[in-house]
């Protein structure tokens, strides 16, 4: 193998190898921007413990409510 086909090739390799690391980049800019709005609307761990701290102090005044 002549060391011009060789030089061709490693550059063929080289454009396909920099293709496919702009496709990754695309495909990571849009992963990112789609957590990103998946972390506004989630629910968070604390969110969930105020809500059920919440109703355990709404069941408690119903519950003296009722005893009155």
Same mark, same amino acid.
Request: glycine share 2%; hydrophobic share 35%; net charge negative.
């Given at each position: 193998?002549?060391? *011009? /086909? $060789?030089? !061709?090739?490693? /550059? =063929?390799? &080289?454009?396909?190898?920099?293709?496919?690391? $702009? =496709? $990754?980049? %695309? %495909? +990571?800019? %849009?992963?990112?921007? *789609?957590? &990103?709005?998946? !972390?506004? &609307?989630? +629910? *968070?761990?604390? %969110?969930? #413990?105020?809500? =059920? @701290?919440?109703?355990? !102090?709404?069941? *408690?005044?119903? @519950?003296? /409510? #009722?005893?009155?």
């Amino acid at each position: 193998m002549s060391d *011009r /086909l $060789l030089l !061709e090739q490693i /550059l =063929e390799l &080289t454009k396909q190898n920099q293709q496919g690391i $702009l =496709e $990754l980049k %695309d %495909d +990571v800019a %849009d992963l990112k921007v *789609r957590v &990103t709005n998946i !972390e506004k &609307t989630m +629910v *968070r761990k604390n %969110d969930l #413990k105020y809500y =059920e @701290f919440k109703i355990a !102090e709404h069941d *408690r005044e119903i @519950f003296q /409510l #009722k005893e009155n």
